[in-house]
């Protein structure tokens, strides 16, 4: 894997495809119903503004958490590229990645700046966006974890497309 060309205000940083190691393909929102997908009904964004956002996988193909802790370090590097924006929210999506990244618990966030250029970073602690994980299922789980993105990276549309209820995520 190479350092990831994060150009967004928002990456959203998952596990792995299982589909395929093409990094177009992370977090991708095809098919209806897998779990890029349940992010985008979760999260409330067209699919346009869902592309908007850079994805990228911690793994490719199986987890393997050192591998994991290695794409985050490149992840961190990338942050430093002048191509980076100023600013930059990185939704860390299920215990694996909070693990592997050291970062925040569901619903938290964690705020830096980079030590070299000098750029905000806020991480958000999201729970697995796929349709086993149960913690979506729990009441207000949608509208906070949409408030939060809100706060961190108000220009992204958070919730313009479908409601909170859990049915429309």
């Not at 205000?9 to 209806?32: F, S």
């Not at 313009?160 to 859990?166: D, L, Q, T, Y």
Request: charged share 25%.
């Amino acid at each position: 894997m190479s350092i990831p060309h994060i150009v967004s205000p928002v990456l959203l940083l998952g596990e792995l495809n299982p589909r395929g190691a093409d990094p177009r393909l992370a977090l991708y929102h095809m098919p209806p119903g897998c779990s890029g997908d349940r992010l985008r009904r979760i999260l409330g964004l067209s699919p346009a503004a869902y592309l908007r956002l850079d994805r990228v996988n911690l793994c490719d193909w199986r987890w393997e958490p050192e591998a994991a802790y290695a794409r985050y370090e490149e992840v961190l590097r990338a942050l430093d590229l002048p191509s980076a924006p100023p600013r930059l929210t990185i939704a860390l999506l299920g215990a694996r990645v909070r693990e592997a990244t050291r970062g925040p618990a569901p619903f938290r966030v964690v705020s830096f700046t980079t030590w070299q250029s000098g750029r905000k970073c806020h991480l958000v602690g999201l729970p697995h966006p796929s349709g086993r994980c149960r913690e979506w299922n729990k009441p207000g789980a949608v509208d906070e974890a949409r408030r939060l993105l809100r706060q961190v990276a108000p220009e992204v549309p958070w919730g313009e497309v479908g409601a909170s209820k859990k049915e429309d995520a």
